[in-house]
């Protein structure tokens, strides 16, 4: 990890001679800001809604957590493990489509629209909601259920390209979603094969849709270790 220094460090290399004197302290603190946040605190958040749904679905974490054993047994994960870990993978992306962290998305249209019959004029915000298309049910059957299946490719590709944008599409399209998804798969992964975690009973799990869609005060689980398995 990096701390703001080291970012600092490495935002101020990144940059020529020129950028550099252009570049003020507000802008180099907005830099910053957009890599610790951005690049931490959304995968937190899915990380924390993925561990939450598993504690629901006790055949999908056992699923997962075979996976997981078959792959790496006891040894640390690699990169060409990605490809093997399927299972981990829909369960991230079906997490995403629940409860995605960019929960809403905000655009300002540069020219005159008419979008679902309404007079968009320049200038205008128009805010879409990841949280709400990905829980309609002309894409989604049965939209509430936590269906890691749905994203096994050949369901995928019945599905139209925007009816899931947790990383957003398009020019603006998140740069780091690639990162995210690796981060994601890698920790998940870890995290199952060494421990189970269930949400304390009666505890009650609250939204927040601020920037991010988070739990209010997190989410209050116990963890009970598993043996891992050799592979």
């Known amino acids: 990890g990096h701390d703001a220094g080291d970012l600092l460090s490495l935002l101020m290399s990144a940059k020529d001679e020129d950028t550099r004197e252009q570049m003020t302290d507000r802008q180099l603190r907005d830099e910053v800001m ?3 946040l951005a690049g931490h605190e959304t995968t937190a958040n899915a990380l924390t ?8 679905n006790p055949l999908a974490a056992q699923r997962l957590r075979h996976e997981v054993n078959d792959v790496l047994g006891t040894r640390m994960p690699a990169m060409s493990d990605l490809p093997r870990l399927t299972y981990t993978r829909m369960v991230v992306e079906e997490t995403l489509r629940l409860y995605p962290p960019a929960w809403v998305l905000e655009r300002q249209a540069i020219a005159s629209d008419v979008i679902g019959g309404y007079r968009v004029v320049p200038n205008t915000i128009v805010a879409v909601a990841p949280y709400t298309l990905h829980r309609h049910p002309r894409y989604w059957p049965n939209p509430e259920d936590f269906d890691p299946e749905r994203f096994a490719p050949e369901r995928s590709a019945e599905r139209p390209k925007y009816a899931y944008l947790p990383f957003g599409a398009g020019p603006r399209l998140c740069i780091g979603n690639g ?6 798969q890698i920790i998940l992964a870890m995290v199952v ?8 009973p009666d505890f009650k799990v609250e939204l927040v849709p601020s920037i991010t869609l988070r739990p209010r005060g997190g989410v209050l689980m116990s963890r009970v270790p598993v043996a891992r398995e050799a592979g």
Do not use: Y
């Open 49 to 56: 809604w993925a561990l939450f749904l598993l504690s629901k």
């Open 34 to 36: 957009t890599i610790v």
């Open 179 to 184: 990162f995210a998804m690796m981060e994601a």
């Open 193 to 200: 094969r060494d421990c189970a975690l269930h949400v304390v």
